[in-house]
């Protein structure tokens, strides 16, 4: 299994990014997958997640509204759109697989004036 994040960079507050998380290894359409994300200081929180047979969303209260997770089965990627981006967003980003231990290593968000 093996997990590969891009995207992240430097924007300003108020800015948009997306993230793209590109999976191998296992049968990508069938397992729901999630982005967390982990700020300076803090403990590794989920910010969302898409179900692999349906494509449902969960949202973490902080980001409903600014974020739209979504899946291309057949490019085996996930994706975090944000937008409205806010200072308290800075964080590293990770992509799992909901089952089992799987992260990739992660893209640097920072939002700065």
């Known amino acids: 299994v093996q997990l590969v994040e891009s995207g992240g960079g430097l924007v300003q507050p108020g800015g948009s990014l997306r993230l793209s998380c590109v999976a191998s290894?296992?049968?990508?359409?069938?397992?729901?997958m999630s982005w967390y994300r982990q700020g300076p200081g803090k403990g590794r929180e989920l910010v969302a997640l898409?179900?692999?047979?349906?494509?449902?969303?969960n949202y973490a209260d902080s980001v409903k509204g600014r974020f739209t997770i979504s899946r291309d089965n057949a490019k085996n990627t996930v994706y975090l759109q944000m937008n409205n981006l806010k200072p308290e967003d800075t964080a590293v980003y990770y992509c799992?697989?909901?089952?089992?231990?799987?992260w990739g290593k992660g893209t640097q968000v920072t939002v700065s004036s």
């Open positions: 898409i179900h692999g047979a349906d494509s449902g969303t």
């Open positions: 290894g296992f049968t990508f359409s069938i397992y729901t």
């Open positions: 799992k697989r909901a089952t089992g231990s799987y």
